[in-house]
Structures are given as C-alpha cells and as structure tokens.
C-alpha cells in the first residue's frame, strides 16, 4: 500500500506520528477506564494499571484509584536506573497495545502503525544513550518524564477525574504527592536547559537545573534530529 511504501522510505517525515501515537494512547486510556480495568504493556516502553487505594479522613474510609506505571527492562537499562518493577496484582487481566485495534482510530494499515511505533521508540532509545532528557507524551494519559537518572510519570488531570468522578479526590491526592499532575511536568528543570519530545519529535526549553556552560546538542543527535527533519527550538 502506499502508506505503507511512504513509512519504510521517509518514516522521517511521515506527518502523521502523532496522530499514531494518539490511537496508541487512545487505546491504553479505554483498557484501563473499563470498569474492571486491564493492565496494558507498551512493548519497549512499560506497563499501566489501576491500583485500588484507601486513607482515613474524619473517621471514614475513602477509596480512590490510583494510575500505577512500571518502566521496561529496556529504557531503565539504557538509562542506568533501577528497575522497580510494580507488580500486577494477579487478578487484573494483561494485554499489550493491540496495533489491530489501535488501527481502527487511525487511517492507517495495522502494518504502519506497528513500524510507527517501533521507530518512534527506536529515536527515544538514541536520545536517551546520547544522556539527553526527554518527554514521552501519551495524549490524555500522562507524560513520561526522564531527567537524567529519575524518572517520573505524570498523569494527566482529566484522566484522573475519569477514574476517581470527583475534584476534591484529585485535588486530594495531588496534594499528598499519591500523583503527580502533568502540568508540573513543564517545570521539571534539565541540566541541558531543554528536553527532546516525543512523539512530536523537537525539543522544549525548560529550567536548567545546574549552572553549566551552554551546551549545544551532540552532534549525533543533531543528526539524528535532522534525519527526522526536526531542529531543537
């Protein structure tokens, strides 16, 4: 097909990597909205699922739920991070991102969207060896955050009023730190003065953590940026 022809050439340009990317994460915000939520792998990229939570609060019980991420064996061994590994409780059901489903919100073959995504993660895997910071955004779930060796999921606010139906709930636990908003992602300072975006593929200015010397991009990730017919901004 010629979609297909036009991703093997120029995956570089393709325009629509986004548009993939929010069919992917369109798909892990369904499995676990569910009302008996399903924990869903991103091959190469971790696993999402719902955790069941209590706190006491004037004397009574309050559940809410919370979004739990574990980060892949692979990104936390090519940033050098421990990998704490949550475990998913054995009794919720887990899949992994269904590129023939996922296809059915894009207008694009099964084929495509598969190779989309394993390219995308393939430029996330070289930013990261190359040391650089990045962002990981998956439309209406949350921001993968990586700043050197610590690494956050935020979540989005609107996702967490889906699973928890009250603002006083989100307030509540982004006041106790139980989640962490994606709005705070935007603050969270780099020792570059910038992070590498994705799936959007450029690069956002954010507070520099340290006084360094100006650093420009590596040369091979400048390359690589360029290859992907973006420049940092």
């Known amino acids: 097909k010629l979609a297909d022809l036009e991703l ?32 869903v792998t991103i091959t190469g990229l971790g696993t999402f699922h719902i955790k069941s939570c209590h706190f006491f609060e004037n004397g009574k019980m309050i559940t809410f739920q919370r979004p739990v991420f ?11 991070v ?62 993968l955050a990586i700043r050197g060796t610590e690494v956050t999921m935020a979540f989005c606010e609107d996702f967490l009023l889906s699973l928890n139906k009250s603002t006083d ?10 989640v962490i908003s994606d709005k705070e992602v935007t603050l969270f300072p780099s020792r570059f003065g910038r992070v590498h975006r994705f799936p959007q593929f450029d690069i956002r200015v954010v507070p520099r953590r340290v006084s360094l010397p100006d650093e420009e991009t590596s040369s091979d990730v400048k390359s690589g940026l360029s290859s992907m017919g973006k420049k940092g901004n």
């Open 82 to 143: 421990q990998h704490a590994s949550v475990p998913v409780p054995e009794e919720i059901n887990k899949v992994s991102v269904s590129y023939k489903k996922t296809h059915l919100n894009v207008p694009y073959s099964e084929k495509v969207v598969q190779h989309c995504v394993q390219e995308t993660l393939d430029f996330f895997y070289f930013i990261l060896k190359k040391k650089e910071d990045a962002d990981f955004i998956l439309k209406d779930v949350g921001t």
């Open 8 to 39: 093997d050439v120029s995956f570089p340009c393709f325009p629509d990597v986004v548009t993939i990317w929010s069919g992917v994460s369109k798909y892990v915000r369904q499995q676990l909205l569910k009302e008996e939520p399903q924990a």
């Open 169 to 178: 709930m989100i307030e509540k636990l982004l006041t106790k730190k139980w």
């Open 70 to 80: 574990s980060l892949s064996r692979t990104v936390a061994q090519i940033r050098e």
